[in-house]
Nanobody
Framework: VQLVESGGGLVQPGGSLRLSCTAS????????MSWYRQAPGKERELVAV????????VYADSVKGRFTISRDNAKNTVYLQMSNLKAEDTAVYSC??????????????WGQGTQVTVSS
């Protein structure tokens, strides 16, 4: 299993970025996927989750209305569109393959992370 994030960088407050996480080594469409972030000196926090079929999503209160998680099962990729970025969004963003009760696969896998810095 491999998860590779891309799309991070430096952006000004109010700007936008789109993160991508491309997966390999498993049947991508069978698993829910999540984005997490960890800022310096803080615990890792859940940002957003998208179910395997892509119909249901969950967001942290801090990003609701600004971030959108989506997936393209044909491309084995999950995205995080981030808009109206704030300084407090600065963090390393990582994607995670969630466990699956349906397929009795309770393993989780993480990408290496991509840095997002919001600063003027």
């Amino acid at each position: 299993v491999q998860l590779v994030e891309s799309g991070g960088g430096l952006v000004q407050p109010g700007g936008s970025l789109r993160l991508s996480c491309t997966a390999s080594g498993f049947t991508f469409s069978n698993y829910a996927m999540s984005w997490y972030r960890q800022a310096p000196g803080k615990e890792r926090e859940l940002v957003a989750v998208i179910m395997s079929a892509g119909g249901s999503t969950v967001y942290a209160d801090s990003v609701k209305g600004r971030f959108t998680i989506s997936r393209d099962n044909a491309k084995n990729t999950v995205y995080l569109q981030m808009s109206n970025l704030k300084a407090e969004d600065t963090a390393v963003y990582s994607c995670r393959r969630n466990p699956s009760v349906v397929y009795r696969d309770y393993s989780t896998y993480w990408g290496q992370g991509t840095q997002v810095t919001v600063s003027s």
